[in-house]
């Protein structure tokens, strides 16, 4: 089964970092794109940022510009997502997405494939 399966959430302060992953399992990535999206309680669902595996072109939302980094290791089969300088409002469930995607784009066309989440709690 294909399945994502994201790591590295936890507890951090203000002004701290914290590295997600989000890895693959049964099956490789590909040509696909990978996203990244956040949920924070009583918010809506927005994205974050996302890659496409096949010419590394990315996409960040305005709030985490400068700050997030999306990273692919084709060796590891995993995605990365290197979060500098948070604040509380970067509190929220992270998921990871995979999907096809076409040359022109960063994100997946269709969000195919979702992990589990992993909780990233950012304290003041």
């Known amino acids: 089964e294909a399945q994502l399966v994201e790591s590295g959430g936890g507890l951090v302060q203000a002004g701290g970092s914290l590295r997600l992953s989000c890895a693959a399992s049964?099956?490789?990535?590909?040509?696909?794109?990978i996203g990244w999206f956040r949920q924070a309680p009583g918010k809506e669902r927005e994205g974050v940022s996302c890659i496409n595996l096949n010419n590394n072109k990315t996409l960040y939302a305005d709030g985490v510009k400068g700050r997030f980094t999306i990273s692919f290791d084709k060796s590891r089969n995993t995605v990365y997502l290197q979060m500098h300088n948070l604040h509380s409002g970067d509190t929220a469930v992270y998921y990871c997405?995979?999907?096809?995607?076409?040359?022109?784009?960063?994100?997946?066309?269709?969000?195919?494939?979702w992990g589990q989440g992993t909780q990233v709690t950012v304290t003041s």
């Open positions: 049964g099956f490789t990535f590909d040509d696909d794109a």
């Open positions: 997405t995979d999907g096809a995607t076409g040359s022109a784009y960063a994100c997946p066309i269709r969000n195919d494939i």
